[in-house]
């Protein structure tokens, strides 16, 4: 599976567009783009997925170039809420040999400051 | 909905004690896994299982034990505790490989 690389840290302020960028070079045809959000004391939870080119929820948005090796995150107008470590994880939809070697990583701290 | 249960969510253990990690989930998913994460660190994949009857190893199984008799539960068997184990352990499930991951609320454990 496509390993990521994702910045260790960011900071923030509150009310800024922050967006984190997640390398994987060797991401596959299958494979899709999953985000989570982890806060301290909870499990990850899941942000947002996507294939190719941009996606859109009501918490972020992923953009993915065409050539699919990073993906962004980019969370609008962040609160000191969102302060949580973020996940970028690579991987297919095409059943049980992928889903042992998906691996979390350290993630991206970010941090918002008033 | 309850999602992803798991229990106890605290408990210390002395060396060379054992106990079992329940976990529990109520969304016919076909995929579940037990991760432990280590303060400041990430996430790591201890076992993981595709369905009942079917378990395997991930990237840090030695010292613990999963079985899959049925599809809601998957419990993880400490088999003699070590202060090496000490950490936060998360149960997850999803339908398959491709999709949303739900965590459990977690368990806090230390082994004293």
Redesign the interface.
Known sequence: LAKTTQPISMDSYEGQEVNITCSHNNIAT?D?I?W?QQFP??????II?GYKTKVTNEVASLFIPADRKSSTLSLPRVSLSDTAVY?CLV??????T???K??????TILTVHP | NAG?TQTPKFQVLKTGQSMTLQCAQDMNHE?M?W?RQDPG?????IH?S??AG?T????VPNGYNVSRSTTEDFPLRLLSAAPSQTSVY?C?S?R???????????SWLTVV
């Open positions: 299958n899709y999953t989570y004391s909870q499990g990850p939870r899941f997925q996940y991987g297919d939809g095409d059943g049980g992928s889903y042992g998906l691996t979390f990583g350290q993630g | 992803v995929y896994s991760y660190m990430g996430l790591r994949l993981y595709v369905g079917i395997d190893q991930g990237e998360f997850a999803t398959d490989s491709g999709n949303t991951i739900y965590f459990g609320e977690g």
